[in-house]
Every structure is written in structure tokens, then in C-alpha cells.
């Protein structure tokens, strides 16, 4: 598996919320793109239809460094680690 970054923009894009960046293991960029809309529709309570993907910021491998953003961790060892609940992380 590998790990990927997915930015989802829901209806919060409507009062100028940013999206929502998750981190996710999948063995390609649509089995992760898919991935990340299933979790995202189902905790933010939002229709597939009303989410869209960021393709500017989608891509192979964990938001950089420097990336200046939050991001929810996905990937199976960080939710262990969490106790099972989503990880958020600021990169800096």
C-alpha cells in the first residue's frame, strides 16, 4: 500500500471554510481518492454529490513539511496509535 494526500472541499467551501486534507493508504490514487470521499461524506454528514477534489493538492505521499496546513491521519498505524479516532496534525 501506499500512502496518499487527498484534499476534499464539501459544502463548508460555500461559508469559506477550507478543505479538509486527509492522509490515506490505498494502492493507487483513485482507490485513495474513493477512500478518502467515503470517510469525508460520512463524518462530515455531506452527499458524494456535493464533494469535490482538489487536484492541486491530491497526490502521492504525506502533505510536506513545511506544508502549512491541518491534516487527518488515515493510515492504519495512526489511528492505532490514536486510539482509533482520526489524527489531526499541523505540519510546520
Known amino acids: 500500500m501506499k500512502t496518499f494526500t487527498v484534499t476534499i472541499a464539501g459544502t463548508e467551501r460555500f461559508d469559506g471554510e477550507a478543505p479538509y486534507t486527509w492522509v490515506v493508504e490505498a494502492p493507487?490514487?483513485?482507490?485513495?481518492?474513493?477512500?478518502?470521499?467515503?470517510?469525508?461524506?460520512?463524518s462530515q454528514d455531506q452527499r458524494l454529490c456535493d464533494?469535490?477534489?482538489?487536484?492541486?493538492?491530491?497526490f502521492e505521499g504525506p502533505p510536506p513539511e513545511n506544508c502549512a496546513y491541518y491534516w487527518?491521519?488515515?493510515?492504519?498505524?495512526?489511528?492505532?496509535?490514536?486510539?482509533?479516532?482520526?489524527r489531526d496534525h499541523l505540519a510546520q
Request: no cysteine; proline share 5%; hydrophobic share 45%.
Open 72 to 86: 487527518n491521519d488515515l493510515r492504519p498505524a495512526a489511528l492505532k496509535a490514536d486510539g482509533a479516532g482520526e
Open 28 to 42: 493507487d490514487v483513485a482507490s485513495a481518492m474513493h477512500k478518502a470521499l467515503a470517510y469525508h461524506a460520512l
Open 51 to 58: 464533494l469535490e477534489i482538489d487536484p492541486l493538492h491530491t
